[in-house]
């Protein structure tokens, strides 16, 4: 069945540091795939997405491309802020085998300092 | 404008007692779909419904039911509340069916239930 496999965290950044976090994923059709975020008490905000292979989805300055050679989709930016201090989620979602079904990772969660 | 709106925010109940909870879509949006999300975990789909039909069902016990109203509102149900089933539970909302595939989804800020 489709799954997410997400790096497993914490992970703590000074602030300007460079950002990776790794997702791979696994599934029989044509997903897209997501990075969520969610801050402390509050439900999980789009981050950015890619529809098929080789897109690149971008916002806020973090990106993550969609490589499907590599099963992969890792999160990355060149300088986080504090602001950036979050739990991040991975996920797929394909409407045409399973609905609107999405399939999270285990969530990073991030601590920036200053 | 609103986005997906849940309510209760916050909910303690004892085991064995049931629980409602609510949730009201984006507009124009007609599926919801249930994820229960367990401390230090990624979320779990429990049900999605659309145009009022159960469109796909999570590995979760008969004692979790939904069911989504004519105005396109979801109501999510647990009965014989376990200890286990403390977590927040998400609604989430999207344009699928809707000729768009493969559509986000949008959350609610979740509903943070405690069992005792």
């Known amino acids: 069945g489709d799954s997410v496999t997400q790096m497993e965290g914490p992970v703590t950044l000074s602030e300007e540091a460079f950002l990776t976090i790794n997702c791979t994923y696994t599934?029989?059709?044509?997903?897209?795939l997501f990075w969520y975020v969610q801050y402390p008490g509050e439900g999980l905000q789009l981050l950015l997405k890619a529809t098929k292979a080789d897109d690149k989805g971008s916002n806020k300055g973090f990106e993550a491309t969609y490589r499907k050679e590599t099963t992969s989709f890792h999160l990355e930016k060149g300088s986080v802020q504090v602001s950036d201090s979050a739990v991040y989620f991975c996920?797929?979602?394909?409407?045409?085998?399973?609905?609107?079904?999405?399939?999270f990772g285990t969530g990073t969660s991030l601590t920036v300092i200053p | 404008d609103a986005g997906v709106t849940q309510s209760p925010t916050h909910l303690i109940k004892t085991r064995g007692q049931q629980v409602t909870l609510r949730c009201s879509p984006i507009?124009?949006?007609?599926?919801v779909s249930w994820y229960q999300q367990v401390l230090g975990q990624g979320p779990q789909f429990i049900f999605q419904?659309?145009?009022?039909?159960?469109?796909g069902r999570g590995n979760f016990p008969d004692r979790f039911s939904a069911r989504q109203f004519p105005n396109y509102s979801s109501e999510l149900n647990v009965n014989a509340l376990l200890l286990g089933d403390s977590a927040l539970y998400l609604c989430a909302s999207s344009e699928y069916g809707q000729g768009r595939a493969n559509t986000e989804a949008f959350f609610g800020q979740g509903t943070r239930l405690t069992v005792v």
């Open positions: 996920a797929l979602s394909d409407s045409w085998s399973t609905g609107n079904q999405f399939y």
């Open positions: 599934a029989t059709g044509y997903p897209s």
């Open positions: 419904y659309y145009e009022k039909e159960e469109r």
């Open positions: 507009s124009g949006h007609k599926s």
